[in-house]
């Protein structure tokens, strides 16, 4: 559906940012979650 940029941030977290294409508009979804160890 969309590019998924995936950023490795300290303290084991993931920035997704992913790039949506809808209605001729470009929108960034970001998710920010902990990774289990």
């Given at each position: 559906?969309?590019?998924?940029?995936s950023?490795?941030?300290?303290?084991?977290?993931?920035?997704?940012?992913?790039?949506?294409?809808?209605?001729?508009?470009?929108?960034?979804?970001?998710?920010?979650?902990?990774?289990?160890?």
């Amino acid at each position: 559906m969309g590019n998924i940029t995936s950023v490795t941030l300290p303290g084991r977290h993931v920035l997704e940012i992913r790039h949506v294409k809808y209605d001729d508009s470009l929108f960034f979804v970001r998710v920010l979650r902990k990774i289990r160890p």
